[in-house]
Nanobody
């Protein structure tokens, strides 16, 4: 079955960088969209970035454009989805989730049906 396991979160100062990783298994990557979502305390979950892995097309929410980059690595059948986060701001503090789903070109979380357990990212001011 589909498994998504996040790593790489933590505490960083404002202006710093983190790279999140998501080990993805149990599905054919090219048939799915993959993405990163986040949920801050007291707020709804929101789409951060998604990618159509077959052609590399990616989407970003406006607040992270130019700062975050999504990418995918295929190495000996080990698939990993990354989110490079630069120039981090306190408002980026949230639990970040890796997800996969059959619909391309969207940041809508309801269209993603497989989820990781989430990982905390905290940006101090």
């Amino acid at each position: 079955q589909v498994q998504l396991v996040e790593s790489g979160g933590g505490l960083v100062q404002s202006g710093g960088s983190l790279r999140l990783s998501c080990a993805a298994s149990g599905f054919i990557l090219d048939y799915y969209a993959v993405g990163w979502f986040r949920q801050a305390p007291g707020k709804e979950r929101e789409g951060v970035s998604t990618m159509t892995t077959a052609d590399g097309t990616s989407w970003y929410r406006d607040s992270v454009k130019g700062r975050f980059t999504i990418s995918v690595s295929r190495d000996n059948a080990k698939n990993t989805v990354y989110l490079q986060m630069n120039s981090l701001k306190p408002e980026d503090t949230a639990v970040y989730y890796c997800a996969a789903g059959p619909f391309f070109g969207t940041l809508e979380d309801v269209l993603f049906d497989s989820w990781g357990q989430g990982i905390q990212v905290t940006v101090s001011s």
